[in-house]
């Protein structure tokens, strides 16, 4: 059975840092695309960044980037999102998703649809 088990969010006053981790267990993700989204409340979920299985491909929502970065570890079939400084806006449920096809290296994708799996989500607050 093929899991995406996020971990890492929490409590965190705003200008502060947070990192959250992504292990897949089941199958390996090291040929895959992976992302991060996030939901918040009453609004829909929306694409944070993603990274190719290179790992040097990235791609970051506006809203994050320069704040944001995405990294993973192949050996480890583990993605990371290390976040610095918090806004409020930034409070939401995060979850991270891979992609189930293999694509090319450099193949990153900022599209819902294009994630098959995903995690249960993490949540992270923002106090101001």
């Known amino acids: 059975q093929v899991q995406l088990v996020e971990s890492g969010g929490g409590l965190v006053q705003a200008g502060g840092s947070l990192r959250l981790s992504c292990a897949a267990s089941g199958r390996t993700f090291s040929r895959n695309a992976m992302g991060w989204f996030r939901q918040a409340p009453g609004k829909e979920r929306e694409f944070v960044a993603g990274?190719?299985?290179?790992?040097?491909?990235?791609y970051y929502a506006d809203s994050v980037k320069g704040r944001f970065t995405i990294s993973r570890d192949n050996a480890k079939n583990t993605m990371y999102l290390q976040m610095n400084s918090l806004k409020p806006e930034d409070t939401a449920v995060y979850y991270c998703a891979a992609d189930a096809n293999s694509g090319g290296a450099y193949f990153v994708s900022a599209l819902r649809s294009q994630y098959e799996y995903w995690g249960q989500g993490t949540q992270v607050t923002v106090s101001s």
């Open positions: 990274i190719g299985w290179n790992g040097i491909s990235t």
